[in-house]
Each structure stands twice: as structure tokens, then as C-alpha cells.
């Protein structure tokens, strides 16, 4: 499995983007695609998670209510609306594939994409 992040940039404070997860290789069935991200100084982190088969959905608490992570079959490709954002959520921001379910540790998954940044300022 191949993944393509994509999407970054730099918004305000209470600014939206859209990051897109495209994958290639196979198709994501069966596979869970979560989000990470790390900002500098810091370690990675769980942010979202999408079980392929059931939509099950899955998020940090910092982000819950603001974030939404979504599928497209068809396109086989992976969303992470982010709304609301915040100075906080600015970070570089992966993808990352793993046969089965959703889980929120970063050594569950074997695919993982190349970052793309997010930048919150004003």
C-alpha cells in the first residue's frame, strides 16, 4: 500500500482545510486509516481513524468536535475535514494504513504516507 497525503497549508485561527489520504497498491479494503501528527519538539500523536469495512470513527479528545475523518470508496482515498482550527493543531500531518481495525498507537500501522504541514497563525 502506497499513501499520498495532501492538503496542508497555512490558515487563521477558526480557519478550515481538508487533507486528502489517497492510496495506491491495492485497494483499502480491510484496512483501518488513522492520522497522526507531530508538531516541532514533540512526538507524534493519534488524531482520527476510519475502520474501512464498518465506518467506524475514531478521534483524539482534542480534536473531537472539530475534526472529521471520512472515506471515499470509490476514490479510494481517505479525508480528515479539520474545522476550528486552532495555533495547537499546527503540525505535519500523516497518514498511515494497517490491515484490520482502527487503533491509536503509530507501531499498529505498517503504510505510512509523507507528511504534509499544517501552519495555524494569524
Known amino acids: 500500500v502506497q499513501l499520498q497525503a495532501s492538503g496542508g497549508g497555512s490558515v487563521q485561527p477558526g480557519g478550515s482545510l481538508r487533507l486528502s489520504c489517497a492510496g495506491s497498491g491495492r485497494t483499502f479494503s480491510s484496512y483501518a486509516v488513522a492520522w497522526f501528527r507531530q508538531a516541532p519538539g514533540r512526538e507524534r500523536e493519534f488524531v482520527a481513524a476510519v475502520t474501512w469495512g464498518d465506518t467506524s470513527t475514531y478521534y483524539a479528545d482534542s480534536v473531537k468536535g472539530r475534526f472529521t475523518v471520512s472515506r471515499d470508496n470509490a476514490k479510494n482515498t481517505v479525508y480528515l475535514q479539520m474545522n476550528s482550527l486552532k495555533p495547537e493543531d499546527t503540525a505535519v500531518y500523516y497518514c498511515?494504513?494497517?490491515?484490520?481495525?482502527?487503533?491509536?498507537?503509530?507501531?499498529?500501522?505498517?503504510?505510512w504516507g509523507q507528511g504534509t504541514q499544517v501552519t495555524v497563525s494569524s
Open positions: 498511515a494504513a494497517r490491515y484490520g481495525s482502527s487503533n491509536p498507537s503509530q507501531g499498529q500501522y505498517a503504510y
